[in-house]
């Protein structure tokens, strides 16, 4: 007689960015789904991904997916806009396990939100150069007006701010609160979202999984009216209906393993960092020679 038992699989998940950003994506997964094992890498000796051209960038994401798929991951999350602009679908291609990337989710939550029909992004210099979410956001809906802005040095606000602050990062939005307003970084701040609220946005896509860490100064310039949609909240729900629908979850009493690397030397200043983003501990990262990959 068949078994009715629904069917589970404890394999990891595995995730990747160019950095520390795409542990806030790691963070909601876990949150989302507390039972499933993830392998992160975090390319940090290649940071920033942005300035890079698409064809190097996706050559990252073939040997980076080639790795994680090596090491028995059910899934690949490409969590970074810029790796998912470059590389996304050769990824697709490449690999018979599930790829989801960092644009598509956002895009979809970005065009349901909206009511007047236009849409701020803010992103990396090569996500905004793909042409990306303005492409995913009217493929949902046509008539929507996109306004894309390159906004590369909140990138680099948020690692500052992340070494300015002490202590745990209890919640990403308080820590902006505490750290991120700072005159320096409301100047920059100002600077790049200025053009947008007088484009009378009602929906800004945070097209880079750095940016959830500003939402509080973000949101200062832009206003409440203005709804600011993390890619990072929607790729969790993402993982966690595709798993469903292919009957992978882990099983409910599965104990999740998460395994942490990077291909950075300093392994100290990644644990130290990342596990303020993450918003635990996270084990000891293991160092990744780039030419293993």
């Known amino acids: 007689m068949a078994s009715d038992a629904a069917p589970f699989d404890n394999a990891p998940i595995g995730i990747f960015d160019s950095g520390f950003g795409g542990l806030t994506v790691a963070r ?29 960038v996706d050559g990252f994401v073939q040997q980076i997916c080639a790795w994680l798929v090596q090491r028995g991951v059910k899934m690949l999350v490409i969590a970074c806009n810029t790796a998912t602009a470059a590389g996304l679908e050769h990824a697709q291609r490449t690999f018979d396990i599930p790829v989801i990337g960092a644009v598509e989710p956002g895009a979809r939550a970005a065009a349901r939100a909206t009511k007047n ?28 007006t996109v306004f894309s802005t390159a906004t590369p040095k ?6 500052q701010g992340i070494r300015i ?45 750095h940016y959830p860490m500003l939402k509080a100064l973000i949101g200062g310039v832009m206003g409440h009216r203005v709804l600011l949609v993390s ?34 030397a300093d392994v100290e200043d990644f644990q130290a960092f990342g596990s303020r983003v993450f918003n635990q501990p996270i084990a000891r990262p293991v160092h990744v020679d780039l030419g293993a990959l």
């Open 154 to 159: 909140f990138v680099d606000i948020v690692e």
């Open 165 to 209: 602050s002490k202590g745990p990062i209890e919640d990403l939005t308080s820590l902006a609160s505490k750290v991120y307003i700072r005159p320096a970084f409301q100047e920059i701040a100002q600077d790049y979202l200025e053009p947008l609220r007088r484009c009378d946005v009602d929906t800004l896509v945070l097209g880079c999984t």
């Open 28 to 56: 909601e997964i876990a949150k989302e789904l507390p039972n499933e094992s993830i392998v992160y890498f975090g390319d940090t000796a290649r940071c920033p991904y942005g300035p890079r051209s698409q064809e190097e």
């Open 117 to 144: 029909r236009r849409v701020g992004v803010i992103a990396t210099k090569g996500t905004v150069e793909s042409e990306c979410y303005p492409r995913a956001i009217r493929h949902i809906d046509a008539g929507i």
């Open 231 to 264: 890619s990072a909240e929607e790729m969790a729900k993402d993982v966690r209906d595709t798993l469903a629908r292919r009957g992978q979850l882990a099983a409910p009493d599965n104990v999740a393993v998460r395994e942490f690397f990077t291909s950075s």
